[in-house]
């Protein structure tokens, strides 16, 4: 019997799994550096609001860099001469999926008053939604055809 061959379909859809993947596994990396953060400031007393204000600019700078070099590996969008201007458009477009995050976060802990204590878990449902929304986004806008891309900033 013979081997049924790779349809183009097959391949790509292996590829987008795999893009997926890479993009959950850098998301859970920026969650659990947002999460100790969030959790540190909150221990010591500092606003619940404020620390998510903190911790949200730590959690972005690390997936911004680790999914440009492993999620999108060597894509860059034409419209970007430098990383400095992709990294500003993914922080606008992370900081859409911040907002969605946040309204979701909020409305979690307005509801259930009971998880101002443990913070974590408005934040991972949160943060649930709003990646399905980062991904699309960085995809389609941040990040384009694969190519060389310059490490100048």
Request: charged share 15%.
């Amino acid at each position: 019997m013979r081997a049924k061959k790779s349809s183009w379909t097959d391949i790509l859809g292996r590829k987008i799994i795999t893009e997926v993947f890479s993009f959950a596994s850098v998301g859970a990396i920026g969650f659990a550096i947002e999460a100790i953060v969030l959790t540190i400031l909150v221990t010591q007393g500092v606003d619940i609001y404020l620390s998510r204000a903190i911790s949200f600019p730590a959690a972005l700078t690390a997936t911004w860099y680790l999914n440009r070099k492993h999620t999108f590996d060597g894509r860059k969008n034409s419209r970007f001469a430098s990383l400095k201007s992709e990294y500003i458009s993914y922080f606008f477009i992370q900081g859409a999926g911040a907002l969605l995050n946040l309204v979701i976060f909020s409305l979690t802990v307005f509801l259930l008053p009971q998880f101002k204590l443990i913070p974590v878990i408005p934040l991972a449902i949160g943060a649930g939604f709003a990646m399905i929304f980062n991904y699309s986004a960085s995809k389609y806008f941040v990040y384009g055809k694969k190519t060389q891309v310059s490490d100048e900033i």
